[in-house]
């Protein structure tokens, strides 16, 4: 398994501003990945995060307004900009240890984001 | 893309009966399938997965079965504990390791 931690926990924000959420894992791991889970709703994929390029972004979903970095391969950041009550949601990292299609994942304790 | 329905929204058992949560997949393609649990105010924890290549497997309380042909998996937890009172959730793995998720499934396990 891994250990996985994210910072902050929760927050709370006023609209318009923007909040960058770290996801940090206790090894290094091949695959990292942000979703998003709405509240009382279940997870969406945002996108997966590639060591020294640039994400892979799901349909819905855009650099401006989430850009991820993954500096290396055990951190990664997810920025919501400008953001909007609609961006309040749990934000979750997850992530595979190796490259198979069928990688078990595992999640962080997600950032419980609430924008007024 | 790939699309993952799962029943029931909500089920309650009394301590000691057995739960069984549904879920039914569309992509063919789809080859594992990892069912997870989410208490309140955490990240979801893995509870069990099952590749395409086997049709059961199980973990002490916990199995979970899959019918390719069907496009379903299943979970089947015996001898429920109010522990296990929490949201659980299926999901289905399209290639490159993402994970589209069924809409989860509320479990109450009363004493």
């Known amino acids: 398994s891994a250990v996985i931690s994210q910072k902050p926990s929760r927050d709370i924000c006023q609209r318009g501003t923007s909040l960058t959420i770290q996801c940090q894992v206790d090894s290094q791991v091949t695959m990292m990945f942000w979703y998003r889970q709405q509240p009382g709703q279940s997870l969406t994929l945002i996108a997966t995060?590639?060591?020294?390029?640039?994400?892979?972004?799901e349909s819905g979903f855009v650099i401006d307004k989430f850009p991820i970095s993954r500096p290396n391969l055990t951190f990664s950041t997810l920025t919501v900009s400008n953001m909007s009550p609609e961006d309040s949601s749990i934000y979750l990292c997850s992530v595979g240890k190796g490259l198979a299609a069928s990688e078990t994942q595992y999640f962080g304790p997600g950032t419980r984001l609430l924008v007024l | 893309g790939e699309n993952v329905e799962q029943h029931p929204s909500t089920l309650s058992v009394q301590e000691g009966d057995s739960a069984v949560i549904k879920c039914t997949y569309s992509?063919?393609?789809?080859?594992?399938f990892p069912w997870y649990k989410q208490e309140l105010g955490k990240g979801p924890q893995l509870i069990i997965d099952?590749?395409?290549?086997?049709g059961e497997k199980k973990d002490q309380r916990i199995a979970v079965t899959l019918n390719k042909t069907a496009k379903h998996f299943s979970l089947h937890i015996t001898e429920t504990q109010p522990e296990d009172s929490a949201v659980y959730f299926c999901a289905a793995s399209t290639g490159f390791q993402k994970l589209v998720f069924g809409t989860g499934t509320r479990l109450l396990v009363s004493p």
């Open positions: 992509d063919s393609a789809s080859n594992y």
């Open positions: 099952i590749r395409s290549n086997v």
């Open positions: 995060a590639n060591q020294g390029s640039e994400a892979t972004y």
